[in-house]
């Protein structure tokens, strides 16, 4: 018994270690990235496992036909990053391989493919998530996730914090005996001043006089208690921005409140809950195939879509039926990012024609929907149309009425 709990003292003290370790390292982080100084900017393309490939293959023409200029000047270069497979990752033993990390520093900003995350019993080893990873390794703390229903009313923005909670040690746990299995959830004032500053200057910035924080602090009380009473504390220094909290079981009861859910507008919660809601947020827009995701540091920025690899469409051989559009949302976000808003903005209303808009036009994910290819040359036609914005207002005021 005395050695089980020396053991775990041990490991509590090594994690405790590392995390004050981080807490330095946060206290002196530099400013942000500034995109109109650099150049040329990289954007590293990695396709990932499963459907990933095949989609981001797809994202990526729409960032080559948009940038066409900046390419042709050399303002923008690709940059593809082969290597995050699950069958490497396994090979090596490791969440993201050395010289795959080393690739994706070269970079400035990545668009990436969903990638396998395996679980016990797997016929891979159960290695930590390279998503995970990868957020923790390149200080991505800022997960953002627009949700948009224009019919229902909803606008959503999602601050999902990246880097702590329980995802950060969620491979750090230790099984104290073959009985007792301990995992470790932290949050730290640093980690959680800056989402939720984020979110804030997020809302002030846009004229949003909503935001909502989201935790579990009644119950979980020391690491929630800390995330809210920051949130308390940053809150002052909006006064402009009207704030509240709610918990995070509530909130996804109200999300699906057609009485009360377009009311939100800002969300901000701990790692976690921000990955169950935003799920939930994505499947009312249309399904986790339609929504992307922006993973937001200061020196780097990684852009994805919200869901994971489809190894039952790949299994099936539907792989040219996944629907791209997740991945084009996130190339959208990619360069809004990078400075490129105009064209961001445009990309986003043919995302809304296609998707949205144009209920003839059907990704199902089988052969009875269109394929991603398909739905791409479609994208890309819209794209050329010269009466997109004008299409896209005769579309907006439909749906109004
Ligand atoms: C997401 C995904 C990931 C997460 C998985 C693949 C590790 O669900 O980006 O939301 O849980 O963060
Ligand atoms: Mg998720």
């Known amino acids: 018994m005395k050695e089980f709990i020396e053991n775990a003292k041990k490991h509590f003290e090594n994690i405790i270690i590392e995390q004050l370790a981080r807490i330095e390292q946060l206290n002196s982080q530099k400013d942000w990235m500034d995109f109109s100084t650099i150049s040329p900017i990289v954007i590293g393309i990695v396709g990932g496992d499963g459907i ?21 000047n050399n303002k923008v270069q690709f940059k593809t990053i ?34 396998t995350t395996p679980r016990k019993g797997d016929k891979w080893p159960n290695i930590e998530s390279a998503n995970v990873s990868m957020r923790r390794e390149l200080d991505l703390f800022a997960n953002v996730r627009p949700v948009k229903v224009p019919e229902l009313d909803i606008d959503w923005m999602f601050f999902r914090e990246n880097t702590e909670g329980a995802y ?67 809150a002052k220094d909006y006064p402009e921005v009207e ?10 009861a109200k999300l699906i409140d057609p009485a009360r859910r377009s009311q939100f507008k800002v969300l901000v919660a701990p790692n976690l809950y921000g990955d169950i809601i935003t ?47 997740s991945m084009i949302k996130a190339a959208s976000l990619l360069l809004n990012h990078i400075g490129y808003v105009n064209l961001s903005r445009k990309l986003d209303m043919a995302l809304d024609i296609c998707v949205v808009y144009e209920k003839d036009f059907k990704m199902t994910g089988r052969s009875n929907g269109a394929t991603g290819e398909q739905f791409t040359q479609y994208l890309l036609e819209t794209l050329h149309d010269d009466n997109l914005e004008k299409k896209w207002s005769t579309f907006q005021a439909q749906t109004k009425k």
Request: with cysteine; charged share 25%.
């Open 279 to 325: 799920d939930e947020a994505a499947q009312i827009q249309g399904g986790v195939g339609t929504a992307g995701s922006a993973n937001i540091g200061k020196r780097y920025a990684m852009f994805e879509a919200i869901h994971g690899s489809a190894p039952r469409m790949v299994e099936e051989g539907r792989i040219q039926f996944a629907d791209p559009s």
């Open 52 to 72: 990933g490939p095949e989609i981001s293959k797809h994202a990526k023409s729409v960032l080559e036909f948009l940038l066409k200029e900046q390419i042709k």
């Open 82 to 115: 082969e290597g995050l497979t699950i069958e490497n990752r396994a090979r090596v033993l490791k969440a993201i391989p050395d010289d795959v990390l080393e690739e994706l520093k070269d970079c400035h900003v990545i668009l990436k493919g969903p990638t």
């Open 168 to 234: 950060v040690l969620g491979s750090k746990g230790i099984n104290v005996t073959d009985d007792l299995a301990v995992d470790f959830k932290v949050i730290t004032t640093q980690g959680s001043e800056r989402i939720i500053r984020l979110a804030f200057e997020y809302a002030k910035n846009n004229n949003i006089n909503k935001l909502t924080v989201v935790t579990k602090a009644n119950v979980v009380k020391t690491t929630d208690g800390k995330f809210l009473s920051i949130a308390e504390r940053v």
């Open 243 to 252: 704030w509240d909290d709610w918990y995070i079981d509530i909130m996804t």
